[in-house]
């Protein structure tokens, strides 16, 4: 009865042993496949160590990569006779800094981190059997026993030398990409200095023969209206081409603050509305309900408007309109429209809007453009986080808009107390005072000799470089300084810089008046410490009035003699 019931206990127990062996088996056989895929692989160079560091396991990856065989480094060498030795220096100088503990150099450094459960991973320079280099990254792991005590350590690393060839050529193309834009950079501002120079002669002496006593006669004044039409379209050209270039190359420069809706249209409108009622044009602003602010660029917003209004006038038929409306949109923006009554475009036309030099089929009219007017304001636009576009009907007429974020109302009073503080009056009775030109174009010099001329309470000296205006201002001690940029010897900014620095000039403002009118060249000048920047050619009204700020700040300046520095100004 015994072994009866005996016999099925041990059949299956037999049967159980059987399973657990079979399962042994296949996992000997898998561990068996990764071993063997692990010496086999040629992707992965694999490095074992004991835990003294000496190699204990060196795959087929490691031989192809290295050009060792297994049997040369096996038991005779550690990973850090195969590094770079200067570069485990480092990771040694390195590791001792971060973690405030000596480490010693060699593999100690490379598997320090691996020793206290820290998985590294690192870039490290592998040096091969031939001597020749390559680099690689390598992550190297603590192999630990039943007990947690280290065994070993598995280093695993790959070829980075693809990667590092990439990251070569790419910071090679972005530092030619670079030097190109500072070259363009720089012809830019060459280039605008070259174009503007004759172009302050020509309108400059054209204003002053148009105002000058007697007064010119008709033929003489079409001629000279002529001329001022021509320079003035001209310059506008070349602003247009240098800010379309400048924008293209990622130079602009935005202040992205709350801007005054109400007090751009007004500015606009002043500005504008003359140019309307010259040609018949009959212009309607909005009312707003409430004073909206939207996020962008003050100076730019003008531009953009100012340039999409004088287009409106531009195109528009006798006796048309322009209307300018507002709509609020979703997400807290804000769409500005002009609407035109010309002759509109065509389907073909609109999808041809702002491309360069592409004037819509308008080259033969009666009217000048450039083309990229349009490009220009769509650029800035888009630089201050809007959008713009346009919709037309052919005999209806056309409306462009613009749409920008709203933001919240500022404090404006501290900001029209600085604005008013800019510009103080000059007082009456003031005595003869004394101004110092440094230029040496001879035809810039007459034209401001001209100017000077007609304001009997001044005189003028001139210099014809930095170093001899420098010691006329320390000798005459002009009431106030202008500075041509570009000068033979040392520059306008370095003979400002001096005269900054020297006690005896330091109170008298400088104006700086160059051709150089890119938005980089004015800001480094007025951050140096000019007083002012007028850009050639010279707006007459404009220079009276930076002239007549300048007479007032110098006049209050030696009165006290405090020593402050002029504030700076930009007009």
Same mark, same amino acid.
Request: hydrophobic share 45%.
């Given at each position: 009865?015994?072994?009866?019931?005996?016999?099925?206990? =041990?059949?299956?127990?037999?049967?159980?042993?059987?399973?657990?062996?079979?399962?042994?088996?296949?996992?000997?056989?898998?561990? +068996?496949?990764?071993?063997?895929?692990?010496?086999?692989?040629?992707?992965?160079?694999?490095?074992?160590?004991?835990?003294? +560091?000496?190699?204990?396991?060196?795959?087929?990856?490691?031989?192809? &990569?290295?050009?060792?065989?297994?049997?040369?480094?096996?038991?005779?060498?550690?990973?850090?006779?195969?590094?770079?030795?200067?570069?485990?220096?480092?990771?040694?100088?390195?590791?001792?800094?971060?973690?405030?503990?000596?480490?010693?150099?060699?593999?100690?450094?490379?598997? #320090?981190?691996?020793?206290?459960?820290?998985?590294?991973?690192?870039?490290?320079?592998?040096?091969?059997?031939?001597?020749?280099?390559?680099?690689?990254?390598?992550?190297?792991?603590?192999?630990?026993?039943?007990?947690?005590?280290? !065994?070993?350590?598995? =280093?695993?690393?790959?070829?980075?030398?693809?990667?590092?060839?990439?990251?070569?050529?790419?910071?090679?193309?972005?530092?030619?990409?670079?030097?190109?834009?500072?070259?363009?950079?720089?012809?830019?501002?060459?280039?605008?200095?070259?174009?503007?120079?004759?172009?302050?002669?020509?309108?400059?002496?054209?204003?002053?023969?148009?105002?000058?006593?007697?007064?010119?006669?008709?033929?003489?004044? *079409?001629?000279?209206?002529?001329?001022?039409?021509?320079?003035?379209?001209?310059?506008?050209?070349?602003?247009?081409?240098?800010?379309?270039?400048?924008?293209?190359?990622?130079?602009?420069?935005?202040?992205?603050?709350?801007?005054?809706?109400?007090?751009? &249209?007004?500015?606009?409108?002043?500005?504008?509305?003359?140019?309307?009622?010259? *040609?018949?044009?009959? &212009?309607?602003?909005?009312?707003?309900? !409430?004073?909206?602010?939207?996020?962008?660029?003050?100076?730019?917003?003008?531009?953009?408007?100012?340039?999409?209004?004088?287009?409106?006038?531009?195109?528009?038929?006798?006796?048309?309109?322009?209307?300018?409306?507002?709509?609020?949109?979703?997400?807290?923006?804000?769409?500005?429209?002009?609407?035109?009554?010309?002759?509109?475009?065509?389907?073909?036309?609109?999808?041809?809007?702002?491309?360069? #030099?592409?004037?819509?089929?308008?080259? $033969?009219?009666?009217?000048?453009?450039?083309?990229?007017?349009?490009?220009?304001?769509?650029?800035?636009?888009?630089?201050?986080?809007?959008?713009?576009?346009?919709?037309?009907?052919?005999?209806?007429?056309?409306? #462009?808009?613009?749409?920008?974020?709203?933001?919240?109302?500022?404090?404006?009073?501290?900001?029209?107390?600085?604005?008013?503080?800019?510009?103080?009056?000059?007082?009456?009775?003031?005595?003869?005072?004394?101004?110092?030109?440094?230029?040496?174009?001879?035809?810039?010099?007459?034209?401001?000799?001209?100017?000077? $001329? *007609?304001?009997?309470?001044? *005189?003028?000296?001139?210099?014809?470089?930095?170093?001899?205006?420098?010691?006329?201002?320390?000798?005459?001690?002009?009431?106030?300084?202008?500075?041509?940029?570009?000068?033979?010897?040392?520059?306008?900014?370095?003979?400002?810089? !001096?005269?900054?620095?020297?006690?005896?000039?330091?109170? !008298?403002?400088?104006?700086?008046?160059?051709?150089?009118?890119?938005?980089?060249?004015?800001?480094?000048?007025?951050?140096?410490? #000019?007083?002012?920047?007028?850009?050639?050619?010279?707006?007459?009204?404009?220079?009276?009035?930076?002239?007549?700020?300048?007479?007032?700040?110098?006049?209050?300046?030696?009165?006290?003699?405090?020593?402050?520095?002029?504030?700076?100004?930009?007009?």
């Amino acid at each position: 009865m015994s072994k009866t019931r005996n016999g099925p206990i =041990l059949a299956n127990n037999a049967a159980k042993d059987g399973a657990t062996e079979v399962r042994r088996q296949k996992a000997l056989l898998k561990t +068996g496949a990764l071993q063997n895929a692990i010496l086999t692989s040629a992707n992965f160079s694999i490095i074992a160590t004991d835990e003294k +560091g000496i190699i204990q396991l060196f795959n087929v990856g490691a031989e192809r &990569m290295l050009g060792y065989l297994a049997a040369e480094v096996v038991n005779k060498i550690n990973p850090s006779d195969i590094h770079d030795p200067q570069e485990v220096m480092a990771r040694a100088q390195a590791l001792s800094l971060e973690l405030a503990t000596p480490i010693a150099p060699g593999f100690e450094a490379l598997a #320090f981190k691996a020793s206290r459960g820290i998985e590294d991973n690192y870039e490290l320079t592998y040096i091969c059997k031939d001597g020749s280099r390559f680099p690689a990254i390598v992550s190297i792991t603590a192999l630990r026993d039943d007990y947690g005590d280290i !065994i070993g350590y598995l =280093l695993i690393g790959t070829d980075n030398s693809v990667r590092k060839r990439v990251e070569s050529e790419l910071n090679e193309a972005m530092a030619a990409a670079e030097k190109a834009n500072r070259a363009k950079t720089d012809f830019l501002s060459n280039m605008s200095h070259e174009l503007r120079t004759p172009l302050n002669a020509i309108l400059g002496f054209a204003q002053l023969m148009e105002s000058s006593a007697p007064q010119p006669t008709p033929s003489q004044k *079409r001629n000279l209206d002529q001329i001022l039409k021509a320079g003035w379209y001209l310059l506008e050209l070349i602003n247009e081409i240098l800010d379309l270039a400048l924008i293209e190359s990622g130079k602009v420069t935005l202040s992205r603050e709350p801007v005054s809706l109400v007090e751009v &249209m007004l500015e606009c409108r002043a500005m504008i509305e003359p140019q309307a009622q010259k *040609r018949g044009i009959a &212009m309607t602003f909005p009312r707003f309900a !409430i004073p909206y602010f939207v996020e962008a660029d003050r100076t730019r917003v003008k531009q953009v408007l100012i340039n999409l209004l004088f287009n409106a006038i531009k195109y528009n038929k006798p006796g048309g309109a322009v209307t300018v409306e507002y709509t609020l949109r979703p997400a807290d923006s804000i769409r500005i429209s002009v609407r035109d009554t010309g002759a509109g475009l065509a389907p073909e036309q609109l999808a041809q809007l702002f491309q360069p #030099f592409n004037r819509l089929g308008k080259e $033969a009219g009666a009217e000048e453009g450039t083309g990229i007017g349009l490009v220009v304001t769509k650029r800035l636009v888009e630089l201050m986080g809007g959008t713009i576009g346009a919709d037309s009907a052919v005999g209806v007429g056309s409306v #462009f808009w613009i749409e920008l974020s709203l933001a919240r109302a500022p404090q404006l009073a501290v900001r029209e107390a600085e604005r008013a503080a800019l510009v103080p009056q000059v007082p009456d009775g003031t005595p003869l005072r004394t101004l110092l030109y440094v230029e040496d174009n001879p035809a810039n010099l007459e034209l401001v000799e001209e100017l000077i $001329a *007609r304001r009997p309470e001044l *005189r003028l000296l001139s210099a014809a470089d930095g170093d001899l205006g420098i010691e006329f201002a320390r000798a005459y001690q002009p009431e106030v300084i202008l500075m041509d940029i570009n000068l033979p010897g040392i520059s306008g900014l370095e003979a400002m810089k !001096i005269l900054r620095a020297d006690p005896s000039t330091a109170h !008298i403002p400088i104006i700086a008046l160059s051709a150089n009118a890119l938005p980089h060249d004015i800001e480094k000048s007025l951050e140096a410490g #000019f007083f002012n920047y007028l850009t050639k050619p010279i707006k007459v009204n404009q220079f009276m009035d930076a002239l007549d700020a300048a007479l007032k700040f110098s006049q209050t300046t030696v009165s006290t003699r405090a020593g402050r520095a002029p504030e700076k100004v930009q007009a």
